[in-house]
C-alpha cells in the first residue's frame, strides 16, 4: 500500500473512520483526505455560494488535519494532503488522476435504525457499486483492534483483475492475520461432495499465496445469512467481498436486506472491486 483516500464530510462518523484508517496502515503510507461537496442555487439568486461553501469546506481541512496530528502525535512524519471538489462524492473519486497512485478507499458507514435498517450507507453503497478502487468501509460501531481473522467471501469466479486480492494481502501480512476463505454451498451439496470438487476453485479463485489461510464451507440457501453467522462465529475482524455486481453481490447491498445482516456493521467491509 502506497497510497490511501480517505473521504470526509467532517462529521464525527467521518472522523472514526480515519481514525481507524490510519490505525491500521499506520505511518508508512501517504494519504488523501478528500471532500467533495454540492452547490444548490435559490432560483433568481446572483451570488455564488458555490465559493463560500468551497472556503467553508477549507477551513474545515484546517480543523480536520489539526484533529488528525493531534491525534496520531506520535506519526510525527504522517503524510497526508487534501483534495477538495465540487460534485457527487463517485465522481470526485473517479475523477481523481491516475498518476496519484490510489490503492484504497476508507469512508465511513452509518445504518438507520428499526424496520428501515440498511447495511451500509447510501453514498458508501453508491462508491463500492460505481468507483474504481477497492473500498474499506468502516461502521460507526467499529473501534481499531488487531485484525486476527479475515472472513474472504469467494465466488469461485477467476479474478479478471491481477492485482485484486492486493489490498487484502496487505492488511493480512501486516496484521499477520488468519483468512477464512468462505464459499456458500446450497443445502444438501456437502453430501454430494461439492465440498471436495469446490476446494481448489476456492484456492486458486482466491489468490492468497503465502498468506495463512483456512478454507471452508457452508451450507444454506440464504448466502447473505451464511456468511453474516458464519462471521459471528469465528468473531471476525475484517469481512471482504469481490464486487462482480452480479445477483449475489447486488442483493448483498440491497436496501431491504434482513435484519441478521446488520452485524456486519459492527466490523469493516473491504471491497474488491473486479468490474474494470
Same mark, same amino acid.
Request: hydrophobic content about 40%.
Given at each position: 500500500?502506497?497510497k490511501?483516500v ?5 462529521s ?8 481507524y ?5 499506520g ?7 478528500v ?12 451570488a ?6 468551497r ?5 474545515d ?7 488528525i496530528?493531534?491525534e496520531?502525535?506520535?506519526?510525527p512524519?504522517l ?8 460534485g457527487?462524492p463517485v465522481?470526485v473519486?473517479n475523477?481523481?488522476d491516475?498518476?496519484?497512485g490510489?490503492?484504497?478507499i476508507?469512508?465511513?458507514t ?6 428501515s &435498517?440498511? *447495511?451500509?450507507? #447510501? /453514498?458508501?453503497?453508491s462508491l463500492?457499486?460505481k468507483?474504481k478502487? +477497492?473500498v $474499506?468501509?468502516?461502521p ?17 469466479a477467476?479474478?479478471r ?9 496487505s ?9 477464512l ?10 453430501a454430494k461432495?461439492?465440498d ?5 476453485k476456492?484456492?486458486?479463485?482466491a ?5 495463512k ?6 451450507e444454506?440457501?440464504?448466502k447473505t445469512?451464511g456468511i ?6 469465528n468473531?471476525?475482524d ?5 464486487a462482480?455486481?452480479?445477483?449475489f453481490?447486488d &442483493?448483498? *447491498?440491497h436496501k #431491504? /436486506? ?9 466490523m +469493516?467491509? $473491504? ?6
Amino acid at each position: 500500500m502506497k497510497k490511501i483516500v480517505l473521504m470526509t464530510d467532517f462529521s464525527e462518523n467521518a472522523r472514526k473512520a480515519i481514525k481507524y484508517g490510519i490505525n491500521l496502515f499506520g505511518d508508512s503510507v501517504e494519504y488523501l483526505l478528500v471532500h467533495s461537496y454540492t452547490v444548490r442555487k435559490a432560483t433568481g439568486s446572483f451570488a455564488d455560494i458555490g465559493a463560500l461553501i468551497r472556503q467553508d469546506a477549507l477551513n474545515d481541512f484546517e480543523n480536520e488535519i489539526h484533529f488528525i496530528k493531534n491525534e496520531f502525535s506520535h506519526f510525527p512524519d504522517l503524510k497526508i494532503s487534501t483534495i477538495c471538489k465540487e460534485g457527487d462524492p463517485v465522481d470526485v473519486i473517479n475523477n481523481l488522476d491516475n498518476s496519484l497512485g490510489i490503492d484504497l478507499i476508507v469512508m465511513g458507514t452509518k445504518g438507520a435504525s428499526g424496520l428501515s &435498517k440498511i *447495511f451500509i450507507g #447510501s /453514498v458508501t453503497a453508491s462508491l463500492i457499486r460505481k468507483t474504481k478502487y +477497492p473500498v $474499506l468501509s468502516v461502521p460507526e460501531e467499529a473501534v481499531f483492534k488487531s485484525i486476527d481473522k479475515i472472513v474472504f467471501a469467494a465466488d469461485l469466479a477467476l479474478n479478471r483483475n491481477a492485482v485484486l486480492t492486493y489490498p487484502l494481502k496487505s492488511i493480512a501480512r501486516k496484521n499477520n492475520s488468519e483468512v477464512l476463505l468462505l464459499h456458500i454451498l446450497n443445502e444438501g451439496e456437502l453430501a454430494k461432495g461439492f465440498d471436495n470438487y469446490k476446494l481448489n476453485k476456492l484456492e486458486m479463485s482466491a489468490d492468497l499465496e503465502g498468506i495463512k489461510k483456512t478454507m471452508n464451507f457452508v451450507e444454506t440457501n440464504n448466502k447473505t445469512e451464511g456468511i453474516v453467522q458464519f462471521c459471528i462465529k469465528n468473531n471476525a475482524d475484517l469481512l471482504t467481498v469481490i464486487a462482480r455486481h452480479n445477483t449475489f453481490f447486488d &442483493k448483498l *447491498f440491497h436496501k #431491504s /436486506v434482513s435484519q441478521e445482516l446488520a452485524y456486519s456493521l459492527k466490523m +469493516p467491509l $473491504l471491497t474488491l472491486e473486479d468490474s474494470f
